[in-house]
């Protein structure tokens, strides 16, 4: 069941996380303070699926594991914690704090400071993600043989 639902939830999870991205870039580039504001308060109600979702390939990524530390299970293995500790330290936080000033109409040089800061750590995130589902498409031989090789 773990083969299933890992690649199910780590693809669901990095697509909210880059919705959540996108989303925020288009609305702070071209969006007005009440579409801004709309959007900093739909993400945090994402998190009802995010988390989940991240905790699911967690899980079954762990038990995929067997064990392992080596290899590219290794490598993914060192990216997690990095992953974990931006999310829990950098991206929730500053997305409820920016959901909050938005809600309060307060779009000042601190909402801007930490929407930059929540950009960069999600940018962040993306990649490290992107590289654990490389790494993963690697150990199931679903990328070609040059791309294994790199």
């Known amino acids: 069941m773990s083969k299933l639902i890992h690649p199910i939830a780590g693809v669901f999870a990095t ?62 293995l060192r990216r997690m914690p990095i992953i974990a500790a931006n999310g829990a330290i950098v991206l929730i936080p500053a997305a409820l704090f920016l959901a909050w000033k938005a809600d309060a109409g ?19 995130n993306l990649t490290l993600l992107a590289l654990n589902m490389r790494d993963g498409l690697r150990m199931t031989r679903r990328l070609p043989m040059s791309a294994r090789s790199r």
Do not use: C, N
């Open 106 to 124: 307060e779009f000042d040089t601190v909402f801007y400071v930490v929407q930059a800061v929540e950009l960069l750590a999600g940018a962040v």
């Open 15 to 76: 697509g909210l996380i880059a919705v959540f991205w996108l989303s925020t870039v288009v609305v702070e580039t071209l969006g007005t303070h009440a579409q801004i504001a709309t959007v900093k308060l739909a993400i945090p109600w994402g998190f009802l699926l995010l988390v989940p979702a991240l905790a699911a390939t967690g899980g079954t990524g762990f038990i995929r594991s067997r064990g392992a530390r080596g290899g590219l299970v290794g490598r993914k």
